[in-house]
T-cell receptor
Framework: GAVVSQHPSRVICKSGTSVKIECRSL??????MFWYRQFPKQSLMLMAT?????????EQGVEKDKFLINHASLTLSTLTVTSAHPEDSSFYIC??????????FGNGTRLTVT | KQEVTQIPAALSVPEGENLVLNCSFT??????LQWFRQDPGKGLTSLLL?????REQTSGRLNASLDKSSGRSTLYIAASQPGDSATYLC???????????FGKGTRLSVIA
């Protein structure tokens, strides 16, 4: 069964609204979580790395005030896309790693901003 | 900065053929390399993980090889089936704590 649960799997929202995506580790403590974004026919591009209890580290070109990442517990990280616009439409996927566990991926979230 | 390239970008083969997907990476000092399968609109399914000290890994009809010094890996699929149609992604990690760096993938279509 899945060890990383990501919700929602699909979301459609209107331009200007905010969307929250959750990523939960089910049977291990996720000390580090990575958030990726994938545009159609493109590779997964790392957006940010978050360690439990610390501020996320964002990759160059990713706006930290637009993509808010919270990793307040060892089993939950959230990505909030604030004031979403159509160009934010993409496939967002999280991955999580524990101290003694390999990297696991969520099933992704398809975001469509109309 | 690590960069991963996959060739070809797309491949279409008749059912039953054996095929090879290629992956190259610019920084040979990797920790491990992983091959994933991604179906349209879906998440990732890990296929094979090769540690930097290993040369190859096999799982069923899949065989992945790693030549770290030349920065290359191949994924060999034997006796392809229509159900193998998907995008295959190659990804490398430079250490045990760093994120995976992905290639753009190879879109495979196996025609019945």
């Amino acid at each position: 069964g899945a060890v990383v649960s990501q919700h929602p799997s699909r979301v459609i929202c209107k331009s200007g609204t905010s969307v929250k995506i959750e990523c939960r580790s089910l049977d291990f403590q996720a000390t580090t979580m990575f958030w990726y974004r994938q545009f159609p026919k493109q590779s997964l591009m790392l957006m940010a790395t978050s360690n439990e209890g610390s501020k996320a580290t964002y990759e160059q070109g990713v706006e930290k005030d637009k993509f808010l990442i919270n990793h307040a517990s060892l089993t939950l990280s959230t990505l909030t896309v604030t004031s979403a616009h159509p160009e934010d439409s993409s496939f967002y996927i999280c991955s999580a790693r524990g101290r003694n566990s390999p990297l696991h991926f969520g099933n992704g979230t398809r975001l469509t901003v109309t | 900065k690590q960069e991963v390239t996959q060739i070809p970008a797309a491949l279409s083969v008749p059912e039953g053929e054996n095929l090879v997907l290629n992956c190259s990476f610019t920084d040979s000092a990797i920790y491990n390399l992983q091959w994933f399968r991604q179906d349209p609109g879906k998440g990732l399914t890990s296929l094979l993980l090769i540690q930097s000290s290993q040369r190859e890994q096999t799982s069923g009809r899949l065989n992945a090889s790693l030549d770290k010094s030349s920065g290359r890996s191949t994924l060999y699929i034997a006796a392809s089936q229509p159900g193998d149609s998907a995008t295959y992604l190659c990804a490398v990690a430079n250490s045990g704590n760093t994120p995976l760096v992905f290639g753009k993938g190879t879109r495979l279509s196996v025609i019945a």
